[in-house]
């Protein structure tokens, strides 16, 4: 069984980790909107204060039409945003907090990691991935160290 939590609360949760990791107003604002949102959405279906993974799926697909065949790259900046909200509201549920990424902030390696990461960054060209999924798991590198 899908695990249901109170949207009040996670919202709340979501809210309250952006302002403690100094989020702009502005980005809390946009990404409250978000919320407000899908408060809407899941009242407009019957499923009052509930967030569950289900339901978060079918407010992207229903508002956005999130995933839809048509390959998008990058996503436009509002379905990224609404995607991201999800995955916030998600990540509270699940671990109680979320990791902000860092904007264009240079990462000092360690001499003894680089070797490794330049493999890492070597074995990801080589890869059947895509190029907008190598690019984003090079990208993602800085989250991890």
Same mark, same amino acid.
């Given at each position: 069984?899908?695990?249901?939590?109170?949207?009040?609360?996670?919202?709340?949760?979501?809210?309250?980790?952006?302002?403690?990791?100094?989020? +702009?107003?502005?980005?809390?604002?946009?990404?409250?909107?978000? &919320?407000?949102? =899908?408060?809407? *959405? /899941?009242?407009?279906?019957?499923?009052?204060?509930?967030?569950?993974?289900?339901?978060?799926?079918?407010?992207?697909?229903?508002?956005?039409?999130?995933?839809?065949?048509?390959?998008?790259?990058?996503?436009?900046?509002?379905?990224? +945003?609404?995607?991201?909200?999800?995955?916030?509201?998600?990540? &509270?549920?699940? =671990?109680?907090? *979320? /990791?902000?990424?860092?904007?264009?902030?240079?990462?000092?390696?360690?001499?003894?990691?680089?070797?490794?990461?330049?493999?890492?960054?070597?074995?990801?060209?080589?890869?059947?991935?895509?190029?907008?999924?190598?690019?984003?798991?090079?990208?993602?590198?800085?989250?991890?160290?």
């Amino acid at each position: 069984m899908e695990l249901e939590s109170s949207l009040q609360k996670l919202s709340v949760g979501v809210l309250t980790e952006m302002k403690r990791m100094n989020y +702009a107003k502005g980005t809390i604002h946009y990404n409250s909107r978000f &919320i407000a949102q =899908y408060s809407e *959405f /899941v009242v407009s279906i019957g499923q009052n204060d509930k967030f569950s993974e289900t339901l978060a799926k079918r407010f992207l697909k229903e508002q956005y039409n999130y995933p839809s065949k048509e390959v998008c790259s990058p996503l436009p900046l509002k379905i990224a +945003a609404a995607v991201r909200v999800m995955r916030l509201l998600g990540e &509270i549920r699940a =671990y109680g907090a *979320f /990791v902000k990424k860092p904007n264009g902030i240079n990462i000092d390696w360690a001499m003894e990691d680089i070797g490794i990461i330049n493999s890492y960054v070597e074995s990801m060209q080589t890869r059947n991935n895509s190029e907008a999924t190598k690019k984003l798991r090079i990208a993602d590198l800085p989250t991890f160290y």
